[in-house]
């Protein structure tokens, strides 16, 4: 049994040495990147038991993210190496204050090989969360047909649906995203968004009136990131504020979104109060930002735990 599965692609990430517009950076370091992927990471270290339905290059570079992954103890008997396609390759540049951009080199990427009758309905019937986000549909193919075949997958078995908008502009347009990623909204359980996310999507700014407009697609959890001023969240008609939690340094803010998606359907599984489980989503992202990397800033269950002074909680 799978507590969580999620789709997305992976890239090799390369990391500049040094800060500053990336035409400056000589020298990067290769690690490992992709929004689902960090998330499936995410879930893993806090314990879950996490699936990856994905494509890789048959490369080294392939091969490297396959034996990355699962040394993380993710389930990647979905994961297939590909002949003819690069896996992807991004590059960040970073600034001096953790900000940054992102350069994408992942169009022929091996999950455009994917079609929706390569998902196998008995991979669905193990889990109970299926996760998805608005990056996976934008890369193009047949990608949002694959997107909408898994959550009809989902919905027949009783999964619950999380999704991330993640909108990514350099990826695809304002109008198709919103377009393509509203129609998914009345199969959603659970929504983790920014409030620009949201305002693309609903066409409304403030985060009472998001509430409200998700809401009245039946979405049962909604939680609102706002970065720096923490996260609102609404559950059975209750509206709960979650302030920030300080992070030590900010160092790198990707891969914050992610961890939070984590966090909060870590909560979600444990039955936890929606304070509590803001809470949990907010600290793991602030440790997240705190460390340079997609990922490598994603904590285990037990440094949460002591981060929130609550070690033996989980024992209690």
């Known amino acids: 049994m799978l507590d969580v ?11 500049p040495s040094t800060r500053g517009p990336m035409r400056f950076a000589h020298t990067f370091e290769r690690k490992v990147g992709g929004a689902e992927l960090n998330f499936a990471i995410g879930c893993a270290r806090l314990g879950l038991k996490t699936g990856w339905i994905s494509r890789l290059g048959n490369d080294e570079f392939g091969r490297y993210i396959q034996h990355f992954v699962r040394g993380e103890g993710i389930d990647i008997s979905r994961v297939r190496l590909v002949d003819g396609y690069p896996t992807s390759l991004n590059f960040k540049e970073m600034m001096e204050d953790g900000s940054g951009r992102t ?6 990427s091996p999950t455009s090989t994917m079609t929706p009758d390569d998902l196998d309905e008995n991979y669905f019937k193990r889990a109970k969360v299926l996760h998805i986000t608005g990056v ?8 949002y047909d694959i997107i909408k075949r898994a959550v ?8 619950l649906v999380s999704f991330d908008p993640n909108i990514r502009l350099r990826l695809w347009g304002r109008e198709e995203a919103k377009e393509k990623l509203t129609a998914l909204l009345p199969d959603v ?3 983790l968004t920014g409030e620009d996310e949201a305002e693309l999507l609903l066409g409304v700014k403030s985060v009472r009136a998001i509430i409200h407009s998700l809401s009245d697609f039946g979405i049962g959890w909604i939680a609102v990131k706002r970065g720096e001023k923490g996260a609102v969240g609404h559950h059975n008609g209750v509206t709960v504020e979650s302030p920030p939690v300080k992070p030590r340094k900010v160092v790198d803010t990707v891969g914050a979104g992610d961890g939070f998606d984590a966090g909060f ?4 599984l444990q039955n936890w109060p929606l304070d509590r489980t803001l809470a949990f989503a907010n600290t793991i992202g602030s440790m ?5 990397g997609d990922n490598e800033g994603l904590p285990y269950l037990e440094d949460v735990l002591i981060q929130l002074g609550e070690k033996d909680f989980i024992e209690r």
């Open 5 to 15: 599965i999620t789709i997305g692609d992976a890239l090799i990430t390369f990391q």
């Open 152 to 159: 009809e997958l989902a919905k027949r078995h009783r999964l």
């Open 189 to 191: 359980d659970i929504i």
């Open 265 to 268: 359907i870590y909560g979600v």
């Open 288 to 292: 997240v930002v705190s460390v340079s």
């Open 103 to 108: 350069f994408y080199y992942r169009f022929h």
């Open 136 to 143: 996976f549909p934008a890369i193009g193919g047949r990608n």
